[in-house]
DNA sequence: TTAATATTAGCACCAGGTACTAAAATAAAC
DNA sequence: GTTTATTTTAGTACCTGGTGCTAATATTAA
């Protein structure tokens, strides 16, 4: 696989990539991969600062455990930083790399609509459903970083059903606004 | 904190609970919660197919290694079946409960939306940017299940940027549509 | 040719086990 | 109450994938 004529450096970088790449490989199937010796390889580690196959298996799990955990799609996207039940709201929702385009660094959309939804669902109770949207329109690009404040204000009831507008500015600057429409189910 | 006096059995539900919640403990750590010898906890493991800590941390980084990666964020949402550059495109989202809210199993707008978005942007070119969007109606809302089936069509261009109609459909009935609007980035 | 650097070897030790044998404690059956 | 069965401990040898250390070679540069 990989030569054997390797200088250190040369070793070492390419140590370094193929460690990010798959970090489940034992010091001694790298050494068979570099065609050098169990030693060198743990010189190498030791000199690069990678900790032990052990411990990098236990930094993935237990990365993994919390990003899937706080990953896997909030039900609440942003913070709610005020909220008057039945009337009105505001999130801040900061913005990074994770949330963009990786070749426009643009937030993508979603993410912005689904911080205004989740807001408009807040405001008014965990156990309605949005039904229908209107009058959206998102002018201005969100960028990697920005921090987009989200104010969600109840405009009208009607029975079960609820018009809830939301405003989204980034640095006082409006990016994103819409209607929601939203039904509760449970009608107690 | 458990109790001594347990029986067997319990132990063993108890186990395979706490060691579900928290696949990190040691056998050691396991013998001191249940006031039980180290010997115990590993008869027990045995009995129940239980595998040892270095295992299961492994299982979990495995797991969430494949995990993450497909959840992390894809690029497009919604797989595409059909794509003439720069005029129209299809793509289907077979939804589940996973995107849905728990409580009222309705689908999340955003991931209706991210499907249009990413369709939208698909249909141009990977790299532009949505600047905004207009006339945006979400009439119905989509169940965990349904297979929401997104059209995109290319009604306008002028300079770099381009003007896209979506529609997704559940069962022939629209639940979405929208206009978006694209810039490119890189006008070579 | 000598000095510096890089590589290899070998050993003791560690965590967190497995696999096994055997003794002691507890519970159930008679 | 005694015997039998089950459960719990104890202890030993061995395993993997290392760390930490010392020391001997190779290789490269001065």
């Given at each position: ?100 385009f990786e070749k426009t660094n643009v937030v993508k959309g979603h993410h912005i609509f689904a911080q205004a939804e989740s807001l408009a669902i807040a405001v008014i109770d965990a156990s309605v459903a949005l ?58």
């Amino acid at each position: 696989m990989s030569k054997k004529g390797m200088s250190k450096k040369n070793r070492h970088s390419n140590l370094l990539e193929r460690i990010k790449l798959d970090p489940f490989l034992t010091d001694e199937e790298f050494s068979e991969l570099f065609q050098v010796s169990i030693q060198t390889i743990r010189l190498d580690r030791l000199e690069l600062g990678i900790p032990e196959l052990r411990e990098r298996i236990k930094n993935v799990a237990e990365n993994n455990h919390h990003k899937v955990k706080s990953l896997h799609d909030k039900e609440i996207v942003g913070e709610l930083v005020d909220l008057e039940l039945g009337k009105s709201g505001i999130s801040i929702l900061d913005t990074d790399d994770t949330l963009a385009f990786e070749k426009t660094n643009v937030v993508k959309g979603h993410h912005i609509f689904a911080q205004a939804e989740s807001l408009a669902i807040a405001v008014i109770d965990a156990s309605v459903a949005l039904i229908g949207v209107a009058n959206i329109k998102y002018k201005n690009p969100v960028f990697a970083g920005d921090k987009a404040i989200a104010k969600a204000e109840v405009i009208r009831t009607r029975g079960n059903k609820y018009f809830v507008w939301v405003f989204i500015k980034v640095r006082q600057v409006e990016v994103f606004r819409g209607k929601f429409i939203l039904v509760s189910f449970n009608e107690r």
